[in-house]
Each structure stands twice: as C-alpha cells, then as structure tokens.
C-alpha cells in the first residue's frame, strides 16, 4: 500500500508544478505583476483545495485499508484457533479410536475365550465391527476436509465463510457421541460377557464336582470291594483250627477249611463235641483207602476226608505247632467197644523227621503203646526208616507210616482186616494193633486221632 501512496504524491506534486507554469506565462504575456500575484494566489488557493481534497481521499483510502488489515489479521487469528482446535479435536479422535480398538480386541479375546456362548453374542460384536468400519471411515473423510482447509480453503476462511469449519466441528460432535455410544454398548457387552462367564464357571464347577464325587464313589466301591475279596482271603479272618471254629459257634461235624498261622489255607474235617472242636488227623473204618503208601505222601496226607485218610504230617505240624495241643486216640473194636487215650503232645517238623514227643508220663498201661522217649519217635515209612530198631525196617516189616521206636507196641496205619484176621502170622503182623488194648494180633475195627488245644481238657 505504500507504493501507490507515494505514486498519488508524485501526481499531486507534477500537477501543482504543471499549473504553475502556464500561470506564470499568463502573467508575463500580462505584463501587470499585482494581476500576476493575485491570479496566482487563486491558483494557490485553488491548488490548496485540490490538495487538501486529495489529502482527505488518501487519508479515508488508508483508514480504509488499515481496518481491512485489521480484519484479515483478526480472522486470520480466528483460523489459527479454529485449526489447532481442529488438530487437538483429531488426535483425541485418533486416541479414542484406538481405546475403542483396544476394546474391540479385548472383546474379540473374550468372545473366543467363551465358546460358542451364544450365536447372538457373535452378532453383535460382528455389528459393533461394522460400525467401526464406518467411523473408520467417517474419520477418513474428516481427516482430508481438514487437509483441504489447510491447503487451499483457507482463503475462503480468511474471507469469513467458517461453515466448513463449522461442518467438521458438527462432525466431532456426532462422531464423539458415536464412540460414546458405542463404549456403552461395549460394556454392556461385556457386562454380558462377565455374566456368561460365571454361569459358565458355574456349570464348570458342577461338572467337576459331579466328576469327583462319581470317582470317590468308584474309590470307595473299589476299597469295598478289595475289603470284601480279603476278607476272603485274609489269614486273620479264617480259623487256625477246628476248635476256633467251635469257638465261633460251629457245632456240627463235617469239613471246614481251616489256615494255621504261617500256613496255606486247606481242608479238615472237624469232630465237635460238647467240649470243644477236635482237628481229625487220622481215621480208619473200612479199609477202602490203602495206607501203606511212602514218606511223600505221609508228609502230605491222602484219602478222603469224609472217608479214610491221613491228614499229612505237614499239616498236623502246622496245626500242632501252635501252642499246646492234646492227641486223642480212639479206637473201637469187632464188638463195637470204644476205647480213647490222650496225649499231650509235640510234633516236630520236618528237620527231625516229624518226630513226636509225648509230654506226660501215661498213667495207665494202655498208654504205654505208644513210646514216651524224652528225645522223642521220628516218623518212618518203607522209603524212610527212622525207627530204632537197627536190623530192621519196622515200616517195611508192617506197614505204612508209623512212629516206630521198636516195632511191636502200635500201628493204626497198618492195614485193614476185617476180622476174623488172616491165619498167617507175618500177615497179622501187618495189622492196624494197639498192643496194650487188644492184643499185638488183634485187627483194630475203627481208630481216629485227633489234636485240640490243650485248654479242651480243664472243660471235660
Ligand atoms: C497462526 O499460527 C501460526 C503457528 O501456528 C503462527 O506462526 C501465526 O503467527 C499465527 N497467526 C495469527 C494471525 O495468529
Ligand atoms: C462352536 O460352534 C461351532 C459352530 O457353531 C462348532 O463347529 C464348534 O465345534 C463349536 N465348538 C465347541 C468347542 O463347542
Ligand atoms: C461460504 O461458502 C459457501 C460455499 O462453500 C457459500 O455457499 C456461502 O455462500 C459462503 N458464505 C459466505 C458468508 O461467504
Ligand atoms: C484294590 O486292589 C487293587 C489290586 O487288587 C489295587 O490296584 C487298588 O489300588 C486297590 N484299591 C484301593 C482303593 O485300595
Ligand atoms: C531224617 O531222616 C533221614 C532219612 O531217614 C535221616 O537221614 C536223617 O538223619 C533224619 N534226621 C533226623 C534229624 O533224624
């Protein structure tokens, strides 16, 4: 603006000097000076004015132009604000934006977290994406119309045309209310979220409990039943013997399976009484058993329980062995008398040939058949002779397993003759005898040996 003022001065200044000119030809061509003078003073005058004119039309022109200035630098103050309201309203857009992809993820995160809770669930996270998108691209549009404005619009701004910025201030507005709304809306889903997530907990639970209870209750079936199948097979809940059966309330005869201590559970057949239960070790009555078998099978036993038979010795020991036993011999003769003796007695085991040490003294004579030697009588059969008679097998001369010391005073496992007994000696010989009741020759109709403890005696 400076330059065309001074250009205007200029003018002014040539036109006063141009007019001066002419005036002072005039005045000489006169040839009348106070004419000339005066003449010029009007042209003075005249000059003035016009200057003065020109002085007020530049001053209005300046004025004028000062306030135009003013304006611009104004509005273009209001601009500046406008934009760097514009770039903070951005950013926040942007932070915000990213809070709520934050969100948006930690939803997603939550959503696979809990699977499958519910399809409508899904639908409304894939919706809340959706409209994402769309402010994605709301702000998209927003982000070029500042760059515009920034750029070349700015002209139009600086001329007091603000409806642009008003546009995208508007813009804010709503989108800010948008991502307000859509925040609400993510927490309520996640308020659903966090509902679902604790029924599911719940039922997780249940689910668990329900599985532990169904397993302790295996447990304990498994636990009764191993209790059940030991009660079967436990050692301490059988019977050592057949008086302990007794003890237990059995009264009646018959067989009964029976386990010693330290011993395989077998087979017996008890003999009760009033007393107490008797352990059958030996039983003759008809000779339907072959007893003149070898050391093995003494040592095991053979014959039928309900019949015949010899309970082995191994079993009588592990029977015996237990504590203070009684051997009760009985036997009955062609005339159906009975006849019984008891001993108190220890078996050995097999380290000393089952050898049997009669603990008392016999009162009588009948008991003398059997010896009573301190040492004890070590078992003897055909295939083992222990008997202590050095020429002779006792065993092999009778018959069967015996006791043996000398070879005359008893065999109850000779054999079996129905009376009247063979006429020839060494066959009688071979007999089942028990010298001090009938005779050495006399064929026994019935015997049977058996063991108690020897606590059955104070009852009789
Ligand atoms: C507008 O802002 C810029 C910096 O942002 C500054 O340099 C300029 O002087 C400001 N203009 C007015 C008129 O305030
Ligand atoms: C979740 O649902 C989809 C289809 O609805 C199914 O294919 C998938 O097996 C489900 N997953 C589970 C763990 O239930
Ligand atoms: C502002 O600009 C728009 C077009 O962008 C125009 O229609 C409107 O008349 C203008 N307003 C003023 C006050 O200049
Ligand atoms: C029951 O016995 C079996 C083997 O007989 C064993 O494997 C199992 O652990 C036992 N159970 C319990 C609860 O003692
Ligand atoms: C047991 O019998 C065998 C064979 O008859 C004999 O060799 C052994 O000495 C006997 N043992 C005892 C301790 O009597």
């Not at 998209?140 to 045309?161: I, P, R, S, T, W």
Request: aromatic share 8%; charged share 30%.
């Amino acid at each position: 603006m400076k330059v065309p003022l001074a250009n205007l001065l200029c003018i002014t200044v040539l036109a006063s000097s141009g007019t001066s000119f002419p005036l002072e030809r005039r005045g000489a061509a006169a040839g009348k000076e106070k004419r000339v003078q005066y003449a010029a003073w009007d042209d003075v005058n005249v000059l003035a004015h016009g200057l003065l004119q020109l002085g007020q039309g530049l001053k209005e022109h300046v004025d004028k132009t000062k306030g135009q200035v003013r304006d611009i630098t104004i509005k273009m103050k209001v601009f500046n604000v406008t934009v760097s309201e514009l770039g903070k309203l951005t950013q926040m857009l942007q932070e915000d934006s990213e809070a709520l992809k934050a969100k948006a993820q930690n939803l997603e995160e939550s959503e696979r977290l809990i699977l499958n809770v519910s399809t409508d669930l899904r639908e409304k996270t894939k919706e809340l994406l959706k409209d994402r998108q769309k402010d994605h691209e709301r702000m998209n549009k927003l982000e070029e119309k500042v760059d515009g404005l920034m750029q070349g619009e700015g002209l139009e701004a600086a001329n007091g045309n603000y409806s642009d910025a008003r546009i995208i201030q508007w813009m804010l507005e709503a989108q800010n209310k948008r991502i307000d709304d859509l925040v609400e809306r993510i927490k309520q889903q996640q308020e659903k979220l966090d509902k679902q997530n604790v029924r599911i907990r719940t039922l997780q639970n249940q689910i668990q409990m329900k599985k532990e209870l169904s397993s302790l209750k295996r447990k304990e079936d498994e636990v009764h039943l191993n209790a059940s199948s030991e009660q079967r097979d436990s050692p301490v809940a059988m019977a050592s013997d057949c008086h302990e059966l007794f003890l237990r309330g059995e009264t009646s005869s018959g067989l009964y399976t029976i386990q010693p201590i330290d011993s395989q559970p077998f087979e017996v057949f008890c003999e009760m009484t009033p007393e107490g239960g008797w352990t059958v070790i030996q039983r003759r009555q008809d000779g339907s058993v072959d007893f003149d078998q070898l050391w093995q099978a003494y040592q095991t036993g053979f014959g039928s329980l309900d019949g015949e038979f010899w309970l082995g010795l191994e079993k009588i020991h592990s029977v015996s062995r237990g504590g203070n036993y009684i051997l009760k011999v009985q036997f009955s003769d062609w005339r159906d008398e009975v006849q019984s003796i008891n001993y108190p007695f220890h078996l050995n085991g097999e380290e000393s040939n089952y050898s049997l040490r009669i603990l008392e003294r016999p009162a009588g004579n009948l008991e003398s058949s059997l010896s009573t030697e301190t040492s004890g009588v070590p078992f003897s059969t055909r295939d083992k002779d222990n008997d202590q008679k050095n020429d002779l097998n006792c065993a092999k001369q009778l018959s069967g397993g015996w006791w043996f010391s000398n070879c005359g005073r008893s065999n109850l496992n000779g054999r079996y003759f129905v009376t009247p007994a063979p006429k020839q000696r060494h066959q009688r010989k071979q007999g089942v005898f028990w010298k001090t009741w009938r005779g050495r020759y006399y064929p026994l109709k019935t015997t049977t040996m058996m063991i108690a403890p020897a606590e059955i005696e104070n009852k009789s």
